[in-house]
């Protein structure tokens, strides 16, 4: 299936929320179908008040958490925290959730940081729970992580049976299971280190993308083609010399012009290319969402101006 693209624009960044406020109105102006913010303890605003307050300033432009760090939060309470912000925004929130990676956000709260088995395990079963929150209902849950005693209903999602389900990854296991259960895929580098560092670009590369592709099909079985594949670009340098530009480029991460060229998360070029470039991502992965940093939102305008719908 044949997804028509549409765009993103990332504030994770920003420590003003004045200023994540601007970027969603100004994204909303430029056409973009989505603004969000990730999730971690820095100086970043929190994701969940920011994107509340965007609602509040924008009428149409998708919110999203990309992603929320599951062991930082009870997924009882957060769940009602979504469906709240569904409900205020009139059914714009897509729930992005992830096992968590970063080891300085379980430093800093004291979280014991288990292997990324155990997380991913705990996100799962956290999923199933949300889901049941989101759900008409009283409800109870018991299992290895989560234990849950008669909830009698929570605030109901406009969108439903709830807000898109947003998984992203760069491991097979994760990957696997955003297959199993989401209703949008992101691909990212695989942060098994703990940090984006140049060890992460040979996770990037086409041939890893194959790999991270047949994971997330291993997964999702019949319900493939039914997903949404998103990618995260990470560097984005319009350029009149593309050549050029990715000989330079390319030892950032570790990697040969060619392949540093060819991956989903890196856009060199002039607007024609970078375009070239998306469609090829359509082509050979079924990536249809981009999303890239709040620096270049309104550089890479004519990108979206070109391609949204297409």
Same mark, same amino acid.
């Given at each position: 299936?044949?997804?028509?693209?549409?765009?993103?624009?990332?504030?994770?960044?920003?420590? @003003?929320? *004045? @200023?994540?406020?601007?970027?969603?109105?100004?994204?909303?102006?430029?056409? /973009? =179908?989505?603004?969000?913010?990730? @999730? *971690?303890?820095?100086?970043? #605003?929190?994701?969940? #008040?920011?994107?509340?307050? +965007?609602?509040?300033?924008?009428?149409?432009?998708?919110?999203?958490?990309?992603?929320?760090?599951?062991?930082?939060?009870?997924?009882?309470?957060? =769940?009602?925290?979504?469906?709240?912000?569904?409900? %205020?925004?009139?059914?714009? !929130?897509?729930?992005?959730?992830?096992?968590?990676?970063?080891?300085? $956000?379980?430093?800093?709260?004291?979280?014991?940081? $288990?292997?990324?088995?155990?997380?991913?395990?705990?996100?799962?079963?956290?999923?199933?729970?949300?889901?049941?929150?989101?759900?008409?209902?009283?409800?109870?849950? =018991?299992?290895?992580? /989560?234990?849950?005693?008669? !909830?009698?209903?929570?605030?109901?999602?406009?969108?439903?049976?709830?807000?898109?389900?947003?998984?992203?990854?760069?491991?097979?296991?994760?990957?696997? %299971?955003?297959?199993?259960?989401?209703?949008?895929?992101?691909?990212?580098?695989?942060?098994?280190?703990?940090?984006?560092?140049?060890?992460?670009?040979?996770?990037?590369?086409?041939?890893?993308?194959?790999?991270?592709?047949?994971?997330?099909?291993?997964?999702?079985? *019949?319900?493939? @083609?039914?997903?949404?594949?998103?990618?995260?670009? *990470?560097?984005? #340098?319009?350029?009149?010399?593309?050549?050029? &530009?990715?000989?330079?480029?390319?030892? +950032?991460?570790?990697?040969?012009?060619?392949?540093?060229?060819?991956?989903?998360?890196?856009?060199?070029?002039?607007?024609?290319?970078?375009?070239?470039?998306?469609?090829?991502?359509? $082509?050979?992965?079924?990536?249809? /969402?981009? &999303?890239?940093? +709040? $620096?270049?939102?309104?550089?890479?305008?004519?990108?979206?101006?070109? %391609?949204?719908?297409?």
């Amino acid at each position: 299936m044949t997804r028509p693209f549409r765009f993103g624009v990332s504030g994770g960044a920003l420590a @003003d929320p *004045h @200023d994540f406020v601007a970027l969603a109105r100004q994204a909303e102006s430029l056409g /973009y =179908a989505s603004v969000s913010m990730s @999730d *971690h303890l820095d100086d970043a #605003i929190a994701p969940l #008040i920011a994107l509340t307050a +965007a609602a509040s300033a924008t009428d149409t432009i998708g919110l999203s958490t990309l992603v929320l760090a599951n062991d930082l939060r009870n997924p009882v309470v957060l =769940a009602k925290e979504i469906a709240t912000l569904d409900r %205020l925004s009139g059914g714009r !929130v897509t729930w992005g959730i992830g096992a968590g990676w970063q080891p300085s $956000d379980y430093e800093r709260t004291g979280i014991a940081m $288990d292997r990324a088995g155990v997380r991913i395990a705990r996100l799962e079963e956290a999923v199933a729970v949300m889901r049941q929150c989101f759900a008409d209902g009283a409800f109870s849950h =018991a299992g290895d992580h /989560y234990r849950v005693t008669d !909830v009698d209903g929570s605030p109901q999602p406009i969108q439903r049976p709830h807000p898109p389900l947003m998984l992203a990854g760069g491991g097979p296991r994760m990957l696997a %299971l955003a297959g199993k259960e989401a209703d949008i895929v992101g691909l990212n580098f695989s942060l098994a280190a703990g940090a984006l560092g140049t060890a992460a670009g040979a996770t990037g590369t086409p041939d890893r993308t194959d790999e991270k592709i047949a994971a997330i099909r291993s997964g999702a079985g *019949h319900r493939f @083609d039914e997903i949404e594949l998103q990618t995260r670009v *990470h560097m984005v #340098i319009e350029s009149d010399d593309r050549a050029n &530009t990715l000989d330079a480029m390319a030892p +950032a991460f570790d990697l040969s012009p060619e392949d540093a060229g060819s991956m989903p998360h890196v856009l060199v070029g002039t607007v024609d290319e970078m375009c070239e470039s998306i469609r090829t991502w359509r $082509d050979r992965w079924g990536i249809s /969402y981009v &999303t890239w940093s +709040a $620096d270049v939102v309104d550089a890479m305008a004519p990108v979206v101006e070109r %391609l949204t719908g297409e």
